[in-house]
Protein backbone atom coordinates (compact mmCIF):
# COMPACT_ATOMS: atom_id res chain seq x y z
CA UNK A 1 0.00 0.00 0.00
CA UNK A 2 1.37 3.46 -0.79
CA UNK A 3 0.75 6.59 1.36
CA UNK A 4 -0.88 9.37 -0.62
CA UNK A 5 0.62 12.69 0.37
CA UNK A 6 -3.07 15.48 0.31
CA UNK A 7 -2.20 18.79 -0.07
CA UNK A 8 -3.59 21.61 2.30
CA UNK A 9 -6.44 23.21 0.32
CA UNK A 10 -5.73 26.89 0.62
CA UNK A 11 -7.62 29.09 2.82
CA UNK A 12 -9.13 31.88 1.26
CA UNK A 13 -9.57 34.84 3.91
CA UNK A 14 -13.22 36.38 4.49
CA UNK A 15 -12.88 38.01 7.64
CA UNK A 16 -10.81 41.26 8.04
CA UNK A 17 -10.47 43.62 11.12
CA UNK A 18 -9.61 47.31 10.54
CA UNK A 19 -8.34 50.49 12.65
CA UNK A 20 -8.95 53.55 11.60
CA UNK A 21 -7.61 56.53 13.52
CA UNK A 22 -11.18 57.74 14.09
CA UNK A 23 -14.74 57.57 13.31
CA UNK A 24 -13.84 60.59 10.83
CA UNK A 25 -11.96 58.98 8.80
CA UNK A 26 -14.58 56.16 8.02
CA UNK A 27 -16.03 58.59 4.82
CA UNK A 28 -12.73 58.44 3.44
CA UNK A 29 -10.93 55.04 4.25
CA UNK A 30 -14.24 53.60 3.56
CA UNK A 31 -15.18 55.55 0.13
CA UNK A 32 -15.88 52.32 -2.09
CA UNK A 33 -18.71 51.55 0.33
CA UNK A 34 -20.07 54.75 0.35
CA UNK A 35 -23.25 55.68 -1.65
CA UNK A 36 -24.60 59.01 -2.81
CA UNK A 37 -28.16 59.11 -3.76
CA UNK A 38 -29.00 61.70 -7.14
CA UNK A 39 -31.68 62.94 -8.59
CA UNK A 40 -32.08 63.07 -12.40
CA UNK A 41 -34.03 66.03 -14.25
CA UNK A 42 -34.10 66.71 -17.48
CA UNK A 43 -34.34 70.09 -19.12
CA UNK A 44 -37.84 70.05 -21.42
CA UNK A 45 -35.75 72.23 -24.19
CA UNK A 46 -32.88 70.81 -24.75
CA UNK A 47 -33.41 67.17 -22.75
CA UNK A 48 -30.00 67.64 -21.30
CA UNK A 49 -29.89 65.65 -18.05
CA UNK A 50 -28.60 66.83 -14.59
CA UNK A 51 -27.75 64.88 -12.16
CA UNK A 52 -28.14 66.38 -8.64
CA UNK A 53 -27.26 64.59 -5.52
CA UNK A 54 -29.57 63.86 -2.65
CA UNK A 55 -28.79 64.18 0.94
CA UNK A 56 -25.13 62.72 2.52
CA UNK A 57 -23.28 60.27 1.53
CA UNK A 58 -23.79 57.19 3.94
CA UNK A 59 -22.46 53.70 4.21
CA UNK A 60 -23.47 50.85 2.58
CA UNK A 61 -23.08 47.70 5.35
CA UNK A 62 -24.71 44.77 3.84
CA UNK A 63 -25.23 43.59 0.02
CA UNK A 64 -24.32 40.29 -1.17
CA UNK A 65 -21.12 40.43 -1.81
CA UNK A 66 -19.56 42.09 2.02
CA UNK A 67 -20.71 42.72 5.05
CA UNK A 68 -19.77 46.00 7.12
CA UNK A 69 -19.79 45.53 11.42
CA UNK A 70 -18.92 48.83 12.95
CA UNK A 71 -17.64 47.90 15.66
CA UNK A 72 -16.15 51.91 17.14
CA UNK A 73 -14.60 52.07 19.64
CA UNK A 74 -13.12 49.32 21.95
CA UNK A 75 -12.92 48.95 25.75
CA UNK A 76 -10.38 46.58 27.83
CA UNK A 77 -9.76 46.19 31.35
CA UNK A 78 -7.43 48.28 33.30
CA UNK A 79 -6.47 45.60 36.04
CA UNK A 80 -8.36 47.67 38.59
CA UNK A 81 -11.48 46.81 39.97
CA UNK A 82 -14.29 49.28 41.33
CA UNK A 83 -17.46 48.64 43.23
CA UNK A 84 -20.81 50.40 41.75
CA UNK A 85 -23.68 51.74 44.71
CA UNK A 86 -24.88 48.44 45.18
CA UNK A 87 -21.78 46.80 46.08
CA UNK A 88 -21.20 44.78 43.19
CA UNK A 89 -17.14 44.91 41.96
CA UNK A 90 -16.72 45.14 38.34
CA UNK A 91 -13.58 45.20 36.29
CA UNK A 92 -12.50 49.05 35.27
CA UNK A 93 -12.35 49.87 31.68
CA UNK A 94 -10.67 52.33 29.24
CA UNK A 95 -10.84 52.88 25.76
CA UNK A 96 -8.38 51.53 23.47
CA UNK A 97 -7.29 54.01 20.76
CA UNK A 98 -8.55 54.08 17.41
CA UNK A 99 -11.80 53.17 15.65
CA UNK A 100 -12.42 49.42 14.66
CA UNK A 101 -14.35 48.13 11.48
CA UNK A 102 -14.64 44.40 10.49
CA UNK A 103 -15.26 43.13 7.14
CA UNK A 104 -16.74 40.25 5.62
CA UNK A 105 -16.25 39.68 2.31
CA UNK A 106 -18.82 37.05 0.79
CA UNK A 107 -17.47 36.53 -2.49
CA UNK A 108 -14.91 38.48 -4.72
CA UNK A 109 -16.14 41.30 -6.28
CA UNK A 110 -14.95 43.59 -4.02
CA UNK A 111 -11.99 41.71 -2.67
CA UNK A 112 -9.17 43.93 -4.19
CA UNK A 113 -10.82 46.50 -2.72
CA UNK A 114 -10.84 45.26 0.88
CA UNK A 115 -7.14 43.78 0.59
CA UNK A 116 -6.02 47.12 0.17
CA UNK A 117 -7.69 48.31 2.79
CA UNK A 118 -6.07 45.64 5.16
CA UNK A 119 -2.44 46.47 3.58
CA UNK A 120 -3.28 50.30 5.04
CA UNK A 121 -5.45 49.47 8.15
CA UNK A 122 -5.32 45.97 8.94
CA UNK A 123 -4.83 44.57 12.35
CA UNK A 124 -4.40 40.73 13.22
CA UNK A 125 -5.70 40.37 16.88
CA UNK A 126 -4.86 37.46 18.74
CA UNK A 127 -8.39 37.03 20.54
CA UNK A 128 -10.83 39.37 18.28
CA UNK A 129 -13.36 41.00 20.40
CA UNK A 130 -16.42 40.77 18.16
CA UNK A 131 -16.58 38.03 15.50
CA UNK A 132 -19.13 37.05 13.11
CA UNK A 133 -21.68 34.22 13.54
Do not use: C
Not at 57 to 68: E, G, K, M, R
Not at 93 to 101: D, K
Not at 106 to 115: F, M, P
Amino acid sequence: MTEEILEEPEVIKTDFYLKLANEDAMPSVLSAFYKQDTETTVDEETFEETITNIGDPYLVQNTSDYAIDVVGTLHEATGNTLTDEDGVEYPEMQAMTGWHINIRLVGDAVRETVEALNTSHGVTPETPMRVWL
